[in-house]
């Protein structure tokens, strides 16, 4: 982003076919935008909420929406594209890496690099990081023929991001990375509990809470960890109720246990909805135990 803000002021004089004022109004947008872009592009969007504007919407997602605009509004074609078509494309590129949208940011960034404008060394830069997060967000390339399939997708996927943010630890890329991780460790969570393998997803969770502690998302792993134990715990109950296996007193009690402690743990986030989500777990859980208590032989 440094060389934009400083190469705003040759926009004026771009072509004689705009006006003084429109000229004026092009540069007076674009230093908004990419100004107001600027300030977030190294923002820990892992351990941060993502900011958002004035109206509520993203900045990352209003700042591509303004920056597409100008384009709209400039309506050059490609081959006619002068320095503020590519400082728009540039900053496309930005607006959309941070919205996780690498495959269309890496060609935003192709368009600047093959442009000989002044952008176009950073713009392949950025283009080599960004095409690397794209084939790591690749899809399979076929649907997956069994459950096994599905898990060591999603364990390769966990190794190449935490390998990326390693990589590009300390830059603004890391975060990036990080999210992906940390979503692909949620899926694999999920694919074990889908696949009915109930134990090793809440290994799996716990590993996820472990490796995300720094997480802004830390209190939403924390309610999957009690629901999984306190699902497990309705299990135990439910075959006891249908004679398939007698209760294990014992281990329903420590999975309740286990259950009550991961939402307990929930409700001390700083956030007010996250605290309100985990009381009302507990409370739930609680009334279904007293239940329980209630039809106990």
Known sequence: MAPMLGWLGGCA???STDTSREADELRESLTVIVSELKLHMRDDT???ERAVG???GDVYAVALWKLDRLAVLRARPEG???NADYLIEFARGNALERLRRYDEASRAYARVEASGSVLGDAAAQRRQVVQRFALAAAPPEQPFAVPAEE???????IEQWRGLAFEFRDVPQESLAR???EAWEVM??????RFVQREEATRACRALIETNRESKLFGEHLLRLGDLYADSARRERLEAHTNLSPLDAAKYDALLDQAFSAYELAAEAHQAAMRHEARARIDSLHSYHEEVRAHAP
């Open 188 to 193: 694999r969570v999920d694919g074990l509990t």
């Open 13 to 15: 004089s771009l072509t």
């Open 54 to 56: 004035p109206d509520g």
């Open 80 to 82: 006619e594209w002068q």
């Open 46 to 48: 892992y351990r941060f």
């Open 151 to 157: 898990l060591d997708f999603i364990s390769a996927r």
């Open 179 to 181: 999210e992906e991780a």
